[in-house]
């Protein structure tokens, strides 16, 4: 039996970014990562209109507000993808993903950064919970596409093993939405503590540069080798309440899709 879907217990360090002057080792996204080094304090959690009155008023045109002591803005998804990856490696407790696509075959860095954990996404997820039986990952992907998943090569065979062999993975599909609607949030949350929230999904055709060079060799399909064109898109990283408000989705998200409620 599965384990239930609850808050994860925080962890102490809820900032795993490099320290400043590390963006030398990679070959790009160092602007990115100077900024994720030096961070970005929140000074007003609450911007008001010029007629004085919050922007944001949850029931009317948000959902909660919540404030971050640290934020910082992640440009493309090279750079995403290898600080959703360290991000996950410093999990204690829950990792939690949304998003309207997924795909388990993504490399997150380039093989020249390899270290002991894999590259791999659901490689990746798969080593994370065999070296911590405390570790519980919660996967929810938009329901409207699943036959997508049957021309991804070991993407399914891998979603089985988790289904059949993984307690700590759970992956599901959400379909709970109006007819011709879909679910478009891309989120990310570890430990309750630390959190993406944006426009990228860990899927193929979305990792690029900042440079988006016509002829980058990076921009490549899995499996098959494709190249596809640039593709621009950025998310927010987050920690404090505003991670935990986002953790806090995820569940409530997770219950609605099992029917939970």
Known sequence: ARPPFCSARRSPDPAPFPRAGSSRRFPY????????????????????????????????????????ARA???????????????????????????????????????????????????????????????????????????????????????LARWRFASPQIDFRLDSKHPREASHHQKILVVDDAFAF???????????????HRDKEPGRRRPTTHRRYGPWHDAAMAVDGAAARALGDLGRDRWRIARDEE
């Open 72 to 158: 910082a803005l992640v440009v493309d998804a090279a750079d995403y993808f290898r600080l959703a990856r360290r991000a996950m490696l410093g999990a204690r407790s829950q990792i939690l993903v949304m998003g309207w696509d997924l795909d388990t075959r993504i490399e997150l860095i380039t093989k020249e950064e390899d270290g002991e954990a894999p590259v791999h996404l659901g490689a990746l997820l798969q080593w994370l919970a065999r070296r911590n039986p405390g570790l519980r990952i919660h996967i929810l992907a938009w329901g409207g596409q699943s036959w997508r998943y049957l021309g991804r090569g070991t993407t399914l065979f891998r």
């Open 197 to 211: 929230c944006g426009g990228i999904d860990m899927t193929g055709s979305r990792w690029d540069t900042r440079a």
């Open 29 to 68: 996204g160092s602007e990115t990562l100077a900024a994720l080094a030096r961070w970005r304090r929140v000074s007003d959690p609450s911007p008001k209109s010029k007629a004085g009155a919050p922007l944001c008023q949850p029931g009317r045109n948000c959902w909660r507000v919540e404030q971050a």
